[in-house]
T-cell receptor, first 109, second 119 residues
Framework: GQNIDQPTEMTATEGAIVQINCTYQTSGFNGLFWYQQHAGEAPTFLSYNVLDGLEEKGRFSSFLSRSKGYSYLLLKELQMKDSASYLC??????????WGAGTKLIIKP | GAVVSQHPSRVICKSGTSVKIECRSLDFQATTMFWYRQFPKKSLMLMATSNEGSKATYEQGVEKDKFLINHASLTLSTLTVTSAHPEDSSFYIC???????????????FGEGSRLTVL
């Protein structure tokens, strides 16, 4: 079956760096997405990786290794507003998005 | 970026009534829109894929007669929860892909979500 795994919850300190991992097993691969979702709100797009390597976008970076079925989202210079759930999603061979359960990130002062 | 508007953001209704949720792409055309349901502390669950001018494609386990989807134009899809019951209370979210710029591998743009509470 298709499966996306990511940690349920992580805690980090304001100003620090945190890495949220995502591993996947899907039927085919057409890219991996990271979304941020604040409580009670819809997800917002953060990044899209389809080739191996690191994509940097400001304080956020996303890494992909297709051979390992692995991605991570790296958040630098953490701010309190970064407290949210981070969803990993993989687009399979049918261009359907398979969603992870999300990682709740708690930022402490 | 592209904007998807969802309305209403919150709705409370009595058990047995029907509720319609609208999803509009404001500055782009979307031949395909997606409807999700999200339970507390759970991931998004795809309910159906809404196709402009044709019938929606429902995921396994989703009742077609319960959740009516209409995609009458390239900018509007509606989800109607018929004869709502308390167990239908949830956060419903729509999304769309700007086919003109993103193709099949582009990012999804999400509506703001609609929180339905059935009393």
């Amino acid at each position: 079956g298709q499966n996306i795994d990511q940690p349920t919850e992580m805690t980090a300190t304001e100003g620090a760096i945190v890495q949220i991992n995502c591993t996947y097993q899907t039927s085919g691969f057409n890219g991996l997405f990271w979304y941020q979702q604040h409580a009670g709100e819809a997800p917002t797009f953060l990044s899209y990786n389809v080739l191996d390597g690191l994509e940097e976008k400001g304080r956020f970076s996303s890494f992909l290794s297709r051979s390992k079925g692995y991605s991570y989202l790296l958040l630098k210079e953490l701010q309190m507003k970064d407290s949210a759930s981070y969803l990993c999603a993989v687009m399979d061979s049918n261009y359907q998005l398979i969603w992870g359960a999300g990682t709740k990130l708690i930022i402490k002062p | 970026g592209a904007v998807v508007s969802q309305h209403p953001s919150r709705v409370i209704c009595k058990s047995g009534t029907s509720v319609k949720i609208e999803c509009r792409s404001l500055d782009f055309q979307a031949t395909t829109m997606f409807w999700y349901r999200q339970f507390p502390k759970k991931s998004l669950m795809l309910m159906a894929t809404s196709n402009e001018g044709s019938k929606a494609t429902y995921e396994q386990g989703v009742e077609k007669d319960k959740f009516l989807i209409n995609h009458a134009s390239l900018t509007l899809s509606t989800l109607t929860v018929t004869s709502a019951h308390p167990e239908d209370s949830s956060f419903y979210i729509c999304s769309a892909r700007d086919s003109a710029t993103s193709g099949d591998t582009g990012e999804l743009f999400f509506g703001e979500g609609s929180r339905l509470t059935v009393l």
